[in-house]
């Protein structure tokens, strides 16, 4: 199976028309019909439902395309990969981060390492511990950052040098905004909303035998979504420190967590995995400048 056919499938996939798709491969329309049809043959299965005015996938279909995806932008790794090899001033980097006011010492991390490398160009990806995982085990990133403890079986790390407070996002006229901390009793019977990752993790641990009385209206991946479903009164959310505006004018205010829940953030890397000239010097700049190192 050529990376090319997969290429020219995605086409089709995202165009849902073959004339469309070949206009934007430069291909006639014929030889992007008959590469399909060959694809189709090559795998024994239909690929696609052709109606009058447009095509969409049949459910093999749509397993190629999630398979596709990840060999394509593996294929387009490898390539970028050697043709940086000898580049003196940069080369790629790929990243999987999670949501945390702490990337902040990762992006000060990238601005000096691209002013010793212009040539530095760096891809991003956001995405909860599970998803950047995924990527990293597949070989589509060179690091991830996760709010978990890493599994040191398959995992090298380096422990960022702050963590994140959890703490309750809600409205600044609510009357739990008057409490300097939110104790376990404040929250229960009312409607909250976190990440699905953070519900079953931190906070679960955190309200112990209590967890089981604790309503989760709605689960959100991204807090700035969360909070404005706070803002319009339908319920409250349980997230970070410094993720939600909570300024004079945003209406909603930041309360801790007591006892206190602080996590830390991870950069993690596969164990025995082969870096690229400007991965490695990543890996030493980053070494240096945090403390915690495993």
């Not at 006639?28 to 299965?45: F, I, V």
């Not at 006229?173 to 009793?185: G, M, P, Q, T, V």
């Amino acid at each position: 199976m050529e990376i090319r056919n997969l290429r020219y499938f995605l086409a089709v996939a995202r165009e849902e028309n073959m004339t469309r798709a070949a206009e934007t491969l430069h291909v006639t329309q014929p030889t992007l019909s008959k590469t399909m049809k060959a694809l189709e043959d090559e795998l024994g299965k239909k690929l696609f439902v052709r109606h009058s005015f447009s095509i969409s996938l049949t459910e093999e279909g749509e397993l190629l395309r999630n398979r596709a995806e990840d060999l394509v932008t593996m294929a387009d790794k490898i390539e970028k990969e050697f043709l940086s090899l000898d580049e003196l001033t940069g080369g790629e980097l790929y990243f999987g981060l999670a949501e945390s006011y702490q990337i902040r010492h990762l992006a000060k991390e990238i601005r000096l390492l691209k002013e010793r490398y212009p040539g530095l160009r760096y891809h991003i990806t956001s995405g909860d511990t599970e998803q950047v995982t995924e990527k990293l085990d597949k070989g589509l990133l060179d690091f991830a950052v996760i709010c978990d403890v890493p599994d040191g079986r398959k995992y090298e790390y380096i422990a960022f040098p702050e963590g994140d407070i959890w703490g309750l996002i809600l409205p600044a006229d609510a009357a739990l905004a008057k409490k300097e901390s939110i104790r376990i009793e404040d929250l229960l019977g009312l409607p909250l909303f976190a990440s699905e990752q953070g519900w079953e993790g931190d906070i679960r641990g955190w309200a112990g035998e209590h967890f089981a009385q604790l309503r989760l209206e709605g689960s959100f991946r991204l807090a700035y979504n969360a909070s404005m479903f706070v803002r319009e009164g339908l319920g409250y959310q349980l997230t970070f420190r410094n993720l939600v505006d909570v300024s004079e004018v945003s209406g909603l205010v930041f309360r801790p967590l007591e006892p206190k829940l602080e996590v830390k953030l991870y950069l993690i890397w596969n164990r025995y995995q082969a870096f690229t000239p400007i991965a490695e010097r990543f890996l030493a700049q980053i070494r240096e400048s945090f403390t915690t190192v495993h």
